[in-house]
């Protein structure tokens, strides 16, 4: 039986978990990963936060970031939001590993702009094997905005703090979504291979009967077969072709619906069916979405 998580609800308790002093800020902090240091007792114990964590790494650290374990090499930028779980796997020594962690509690960017989006930087939900590999360049970027996040923290809490700290995280966020899109077009070759095989993911799942069977296939099934995480599989869809994992998995079974609709005699209730519906009136509703008719329309004019 695995060990209970270790679980940090604020910037004062994960300090403590690292052995640090205090914070001066309550809801930010930034830890030097030279500076952290864990013993043989803590290999194999699992923690979590209610923190968001934007992290840098120049090696393998020793740790497991949700599921899987990843070797990392320079420059390697790693985002997890809270409730996801890390895992010690081996001792650190000071000054063994180089780079910073930034936590930030949720309270921190509530009602900001930056609190409303937050959701939409996927990178928080992609699983370690899809972190962001950064150039030289890219590293001294996101370490000058760190920079000035820190000495917000250390030189003044005044009425514009929040403010600016805000703004510098979101500036950090926004460069490495930059980032992440020149990864995703220096990947092409790879990227065009999983394109590739989510079609002929769909293709097999339709002939060997599973829209009967299961149902429509999930974007996490599709992910789960590439061995990405669905967030991750989602963007590089929408970089490769303009088009979400949803929207691949739509248009697909509505290309069969055409098929079906013009090459057989069979109910649009059946068809339906056939296409992983359990009610008809939702196949009715996606077919005119992409279609512009109704099942029954495209059938009478085609």
């Not at 290999?43 to 992290?55: E, H, I, N, T």
């Not at 939900?125 to 923290?153: F, G, K």
């Amino acid at each position: 039986m695995s060990e209970p998580i270790i679980h940090s609800e604020s910037i004062a308790e994960i300090r403590t978990v690292f052995g640090l002093e205090k914070s001066t800020h309550p809801l930010i902090t930034i830890l030097d990963t030279e500076k952290l240091t864990y013993g043989a007792e803590t290999v194999g114990k699992r923690f979590s936060s209610d923190l968001y964590c934007v992290a840098l790494k120049d090696s393998n650290c020793g740790i497991d970031y949700g599921r899987n374990p990843y070797d990392f090499d320079d420059g390697v930028l790693i985002f997890t939001a809270p409730k996801q779980v890390i895992t010690v796997k081996k001792p650190q020594a000071l000054d063994e590993v180089k780079g910073w962690m930034l936590y930030f509690h949720p309270d921190l960017i509530r009602n900001t702009s930056l609190g409303s989006k937050i959701d939409s930087y996927n990178f928080f939900n992609y699983e370690v094997n899809e972190a962001l590999h950064l150039s030289e360049n890219e590293q001294n970027t996101l370490n000058q905005i760190i920079q000035l996040i820190q000495d917000e923290i250390k030189e003044r809490i005044d009425n514009h703090s929040k403010q600016v700290l805000v703004s510098n995280i979101e500036l950090l966020l926004n460069y490495s979504k930059r980032f992440y899109e020149r990864q995703f077009n220096t990947r092409s070759a790879t990227n065009s291979d999983i394109v590739s095989k989510v079609e002929l993911l769909l293709k097999e799942y339709y002939s060997v009967n599973q829209l009967i069977e299961k149902g429509q296939p999930t974007i996490q099934y599709l992910a789960d077969n590439c061995h990405l995480s669905a967030s991750y599989l989602s963007d590089l869809l929408a970089k490769e072709t303009g088009r979400s994992a949803k929207d691949h998995i739509n248009d697909f079974i509505v290309d069969k619906a055409k098929h079906l609709l013009l090459g057989t005699t069979d109910s649009i209730s059946g068809i339906a069916y056939t296409l992983g519906f359990n009610y008809p009136h939702y196949f009715g509703r996606l077919f005119k979405q992409k279609t512009g008719k109704t099942p029954q329309e495209y059938r009478q004019l085609n």
